[in-house]
C-alpha cells in the first residue's frame, strides 16, 4: 500500500533531521538521490552519462537547491550542466557554488539537452508558474524530471490554476505527497528518495496490485453460494436495459456467489446472464446481502419509492447514477441509515448531493477535501469518480485509486463499478476496502480491455471492460500470491 502525506505532517518530520545534521547534509542526500536518478534516466533514454547535457531550471527555494547540487554531482559524471536562475539573487548559495566549481555554467536559457531537471516551485509554493517561468518551460523540448513536484501544481490537493510542469518523471523526497497520486498525469513515473524521515500515520493511502488481490473474497472449503454474499442489484429500465446488464454482469464477474436482479430489465438480464435469479418487483426478491441500486433505474416516483425502501433496510447499499440524483433531493434517506452506505458519483452528481451543504468545497479545488466533507455531512462513504478516483468514509480516512489513464471514461463504465463493489459489500468488505479494491480491479479491466495485448492502447467500450473484469481479478490476485510467495 502507498502511503501519502502532506506537506505540513513532511515539514514536521524534517525538522528534527535538519536540527541534528550538519547544515546541508539532508539537501545532499536528496540531490544525491535525484543525480541518481537522472543518471539512469540517461542512460535509458540515450544510452550513456557521460558526454550527455542536462538543463537546469533554478528557483530560489530548496528545490532549486536541490537541483544545483545534483547538477554539481552531475558533473562528477562526466554532464554538461547548465542552470537558469531565475531569481539569482535569492539562488542557494552553498549548491550555486558547488555547480560553478564542478564546472556548470549558468545561461540565460537552456540550450539543447537530453533532459531538464524542474526545480523551481518546492512544496511550501502554491499558484500556478509565474510568466517568467512560464515561458522557459515552454520553451523546453526535452523530458523534464520535477525535483519532489511538479512545479505549479499544487502538493496536497494536486490542483493547477494556470501554467505548470508536466514532467517525465518525479524524484520524490523522503515521502509520496498527495500530488503523486492526485495530479499522476503531471508527475509521470515517480521515484522515492528515502532521506530518513519519521512519517506520522498518512493522510492517503492507495491500493497497489497485491493489497487489492489480498482483500478479493475466495471461496473457502465450506463456502457455498448463499455464504459467499448474495448480491442484489436493482438497475435499468425499458429506456436503459444495458445498464441493468452492465451492472449486474459486473457482479457475477467480480465473485461466484449469487446475484439477484430486480428491475423492468429482467428478460434482457436473463439473455445476458442466465445465472441471475431475477424479479421484476422488489417484494418478491429473496434476502441478499448488500444492494447496488441506481444504474439508469430513472428518477420517477417509483423509483424514488424503490431507493426510499432500500435505504430504510440494514443492509449495506451502493447507490449510483439516476439514484444519487434522487437521494440529492432526499439527503434525510442517507442521514437516516445506520448500515453501511456508499455513494458514488462523478463529478456532477458530486455537485448535486453537495449543492445544499456550502460547507462541502468545490471538488475542483480539493478532490479530497470535498469527498470527506460530503462523507461526515451525510455519515456515508462517498467514492469520487476520475482518473484520480477518491474513497472517504465519514471518520476522515481517504483511499485514492490512480487509474494510470483514462480508459474507464466510456460510457457504462460506471455501471460495472458498481455492480463490482456492490460484489464486495455482499462478500462482507466494509465500504471503503470494497470500493478502494473494486475501483483497483476497475482500471485493472479497462487497461487490459484498452491494450488488447498490445503496447498502444485503443478506445474501449463498457462491454470490452466488462470481458476483462475476471482476467483483472486474476491479475490482482496473482499479485497477492506472489507478494506472499516472496515475503
Not at 534516466?41 to 531550471?57: I, N
Not at 452506505?341 to 468545490?362: D, I, K, M, Q, Y
Not at 460495472?416 to 483497483?440: F, K, Q, S, T, V
Amino acid at each position: 500500500m502507498r502511503e501519502f502525506h502532506s506537506v505540513a505532517a513532511v515539514r514536521a518530520s524534517e525538522a528534527p533531521l535538519l536540527a541534528a545534521l550538519p547544515d546541508g547534509v539532508l539537501m545532499r542526500r536528496a540531490a544525491h538521490g535525484l543525480a541518481r536518478v537522472v543518471a539512469a534516466e540517461l542512460k535509458g533514454r540515450v544510452g550513456g552519462v557521460a558526454g550527455r547535457a542536462v538543463g537546469l531550471l533554478v528557483g530560489s527555494g530548496d528545490n532549486g537547491g536541490d537541483a544545483l547540487w545534483a547538477g554539481a554531482m552531475l558533473r562528477g559524471r562526466g554532464v554538461a550542466v547548465t542552470a537558469v536562475l531565475l531569481d539569482p539573487a535569492r539562488a542557494h548559495h552553498a549548491g550555486l557554488t558547488a555547480l560553478l566549481a564542478a564546472g556548470g555554467r549558468i545561461v540565460d536559457r537552456l540550450p539543447a539537452v537530453d533532459l531538464v531537471l524542474d526545480g523551481i516551485v518546492g512544496i511550501s509554493g502554491r499558484g500556478p508558474l509565474r510568466p517568467a517561468a512560464a515561458e522557459l518551460v515552454s520553451q523546453v523540448r526535452a523530458p523534464i524530471i520535477a525535483v519532489d513536484l511538479p512545479s505549479g501544481v499544487d502538493p496536497d490537493t494536486g490542483t493547477t490554476s494556470g501554467p505548470a510542469v508536466r514532467a517525465a518523471v518525479t524524484v520524490a523526497f523522503g515521502a509520496l505527497k498527495p500530488v503523486h497520486a492526485l495530479a499522476a498525469d503531471r508527475c509521470g513515473r515517480v521515484e522515492l528518495i528515502d532521506i530518513g524521515l519519521a512519517l506520522p500515520a498518512p493522510e492517503l493511502t492507495a491500493l497497489g496490485a497485491a493489497d487489492a488481490g489480498a482483500l478479493w473474497p475466495v471461496p473457502g472449503p465450506d463456502d457455498d453460494k448463499y455464504s459467499q454474499g448474495v448480491t442484489g442489484i436493482i438497475a435499468g429500465s425499458h429506456t436503459y436495459p444495458g445498464a441493468a446488464i452492465l451492472c449486474a454482469g459486473a457482479a457475477v464477474a467480480a465473485t461466484s456467489g449469487m446475484v439477484r436482479y430486480v428491475g423492468t430489465g429482467r428478460t434482457e438480464v436473463l439473455t445476458a446472464w442466465p445465472e441471475i435469479v431475477a424479479t421484476e418487483r422488489l417484494a418478491d426478491a429473496a434476502r441478499v446481502q448488500a444492494w447496488v441500486v441506481g444504474p439508469g433505474m430513472g428518477v420517477d416516483a417509483a423509483a424514488g419509492e424503490l431507493l426510499r425502501t432500500v435505504l430504510a433496510t440494514d443492509l449495506p447499499v451502493l447507490v449510483d447514477a439516476d439514484g444519487l440524483t434522487l437521494l440529492a433531493a432526499n439527503p434525510q434517506w442517507a442521514r437516516a441509515r445506520r448500515a453501511p452506505t456508499l455513494l458514488t458519483p462523478h463529478a456532477g452528481e458530486f455537485a448535486r448531493l453537495a449543492r445544499p451543504h456550502p460547507e462541502v468545497p468545490s471538488p475542483v479545488a480539493d478532490r479530497v477535501g470535498a469527498a470527506r466533507a460530503l462523507a461526515a455531512d451525510l455519515g456515508v462513504s462517498v467514492l469520487l469518480k476520475g482518473r484520480a478516483t477518491v474513497i472517504a468514509d465519514p471518520d476522515g480516512q481517504v483511499r485514492v485509486n490512480e487509474a494510470g489513464g483514462s480508459w474507464e471514461s466510456t460510457a457504462g463504465s460506471g455501471d460495472i463499478l458498481a455492480g463490482l463493489i456492490g460484489a464486495l459489500l455482499a462478500a462482507g468488505l466494509d465500504p471503503l476496502r470494497a470500493a478502494a479494491a473494486g475501483a483497483r480491479v476497475h482500471s485493472r479491466a479497462a487497461e487490459l480491455a484498452a491494450l488488447g495485448g498490445t503496447a498502444v492502447g485503443a478506445p474501449i467500450s463498457a462491454s470490452a471492460m466488462l470481458a476483462q473484469v475476471r482476467p483483472a481479478v486474476r491479475a490482482v490476485r496473482a499479485a497477492a500470491s506472489a507478494q506472499w510467495q516472496n515475503w
